[in-house]
């Protein structure tokens, strides 16, 4: 297939054309280009952008999980979201001052007088400075938000696992009497939990054992042995004080 030679206004007209495409050539231009990256960098999905060093964000992620030690999928996701709001936060002064020094490249030619130089660069940048600080808002409250809702969820965590502790703990002594009252059954032995120095008697175990089977079966859980017996003890004494 042969190809028709472009004429002379055709090509002058595609040379204007490339010239059109290849972006900003002025350093205003360029600045206000940039710019653009930069709404991409702080609000977008991707967080690392081009110039972003993958090791060093690496490091900034371990040391967030290090310090604040997330145990469960939400609580890891909450710390990804927490680096990440932060990883953009650290981008915002930088991005200041480099706005600054595009502008003064631009017009110091133009004003000898430093709050001169310095108002005409403001006005000039006025919407991407106030874009950069309602980011920043955006990104610290997130952040904010995210590990308040994660520091929440490790308090509560933290809490069960030292409620489930200490009623291990507190339980301790039925189990070990428990354990050694079977024990005593397969030889067939006696066994009274008060002559090997425990608090309660075999009938308040059993009692317990009846109970703490019910509660099972309808919550799920078992009962706390220590709790019980103060309430079983409570009412047993009902009776004879009235």
């Known amino acids: 297939m042969s190809c028709n030679p472009l004429s002379e206004p055709q090509l002058a007209a595609n040379r204007a054309n490339a010239l059109h495409s290849t972006g900003p050539v002025t350093d205003e231009g360029k600045a206000k ?8 960098g702080l609000t977008g999905r991707t967080v690392l952008s081009p110039t ?10 371990d040391r967030h999980f290090s310090e604040l030690s997330p145990a469960t999928d939400r609580e890891r996701a909450l710390v990804q979201i927490v680096a990440d709001a932060e990883w953009r936060l650290l981008r915002i002064h930088p991005l200041e001052a ?19 130089l310095q108002g005409k660069i403001y006005l000039t940048y006025e919407k991407d400075f106030t874009n950069l600080a309602l980011q920043e808002r955006r990104l610290t409250n997130q952040r904010k938000t995210h590990l308040a809702e994660l520091q929440q969820l490790q308090h509560e965590r933290k809490e069960r ?17 428990s354990e050694m009252s079977s024990n005593a059954r ?9 002559r090997f120095g425990f608090v309660f008697s075999l009938q308040e175990m059993r009692t317990f054992g009846v109970f703490t089977t019910a509660h099972r079966q309808v919550t799920g859980a078992d ?6 017996l103060a309430a079983h003890r409570a009412t047993q004494k009902e009776p004879q004080n009235a």
């Open 223 to 228: 009962l706390d042995f220590p709790n019980w």
């Open 98 to 116: 480099s706005i600054w020094a595009l502008g003064r490249l631009e017009f110091a030619n133009d004003f000898a007088d430093e709050s001169l």
């Open 161 to 177: 696992e030292k409620l489930e502790a200490s009623t291990d703990y507190r339980n301790r002594d039925y189990n070990r009497a």
């Open 52 to 61: 972003d060093d993958a090791l060093i964000y690496q490091q900034h992620l």
């Open 186 to 194: 397969c030889h067939r032995l006696p066994f009274d939990p008060l």
């Open 33 to 40: 280009s940039s710019m653009n990256a930069v709404k991409i």
